[in-house]
């Protein structure tokens, strides 16, 4: 890497890799996570891809079996209410609370991220009120939160001022309705302030809308305990709902009287089965849903979410930042000096749960790692990404994904820069 680009051998030198088998075996041995990987389907493929889409836990497809036999098959439109399908909504938000740190009561689970980045941005602005013209949106936002921010503010009259999230506690003020910002970058893998963000954006008049799809399930989140105001996440990462699984909304308890959903579809009335033509909303989180909810997905997601049961996420958090700190000493190690440098910030607090290295040669490079059966993934033009799920991935895991990178890379040549 770039940074030891004086001191790196040309190539993996075997000392170096003996070592490094050794440790990763002993901190596999000493690893209190590691039992959790037999939950889970995986092969011999080191999976490294899981902060784009969790791996299976192993016993989802049963529980999926017997909801489309018995519960859709056989009890059909009972199921609504003898199986909870009504009340999943909240009930997989409150089991889905603890990870992200709220109490009960104010999440709720349903729709797309991208739809809920819409309720709570359009939320957010209505309950900052009309003098206050201005939105801020992280520079280095997942695109769609900003896509939707854009019309959000078009739609409420307000304009999106784009921020780098180091600058948000500055930017605000007393223009500023809300700030959209992404906990953890999806591109570099850096953890921003939430708790230092978040009280500059009060101290301002300001509400905090955080998007969590890059943190939630890896790090401690503490959405109460930093005051937040609204958030949105998905659950296909690091919670492993499977694809296309429903995301969530939290809307802090305090706002949630004033919370003007621009979405307020009828499972989000008050009296949804009165089927009244005035829209009356409901109290709590269910204020949030709009239309049926996606039961399969959604009952995967719930049980996908047994796995978590005895986890602290404090544990994830620290065997999260071993492995990348790992990954990193172990690509400094094995990778020639200058073919790659990392994006991931050093200092733990700055850090999410993935890797992100620059290489001029990622396309090519990513491709024959997934052929070698690592498998991370590619954010075009030059970055190749390394998600580590902590309740899957291991030591091993990580020192041989290092070890076939390094292997790729020596039959892979460097780019010459043109000129
Ligand atoms: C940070 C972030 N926000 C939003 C999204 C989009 O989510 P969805 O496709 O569920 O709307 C993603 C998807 O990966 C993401 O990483």
Known sequence: MSETAGTAPAAPAAQDSVALVEVALRRDAEDELGKLREKFTLDEVVYLDGNSLGALPAHVPARMADVLTREWGELRI?????????????????RLAPLVGAAPGQVVVGDSTSVNVFKAVVGAVRLAG??????LVDATTFPTDGYIAESAARMTGRRVVVVDPADMADAAGPRTSAALVNHVDFRTGRLQDLPGITAA????????????????????????????????????????????SPAYLYVAERHQAAFDSPLPGWNSHADPFGMTPGYRPADGARR????????LSMLALEAALDVWEGVSVDAVRAKSLALTDFFLECVRAYVPAGRVESLTPAPHAERGSQVALRCAEAPAVMAECIRRGVVGDLRR???????????????????????VLAEVLADIPAEVPAG
Do not use: M, Q
């Open 78 to 94: 009972r199921s609504w209410d003898e199986s909870g399908w009504w009340t999943a909504p909240e009930r997989i938000g409150d």
């Open 130 to 135: 009309d003098d206050r013209d201005e939105l």
């Open 201 to 244: 954006l009060h101290a301002a008049g300001a509400l905090a809308v955080w998007d969590l799809c890059h943190s939630a399930g890896a790090l401690p989140v503490g959405l109460d305990a930093h005051g937040v105001d609204l958030a949105v996440g998905c659950t296909y990462k690091y919670l492993n709902g499977g694809p296309g």
């Open 288 to 295: 949030g849903r709009v239309g049926t909810p996606d039961i």
């Open 381 to 403: 033009p030059d970055v190749l990404r390394f998600g580590f799920t902590p309740l899957y991935v291991g030591f091993a895991d990580v020192e041989r994904a290092a070890r």
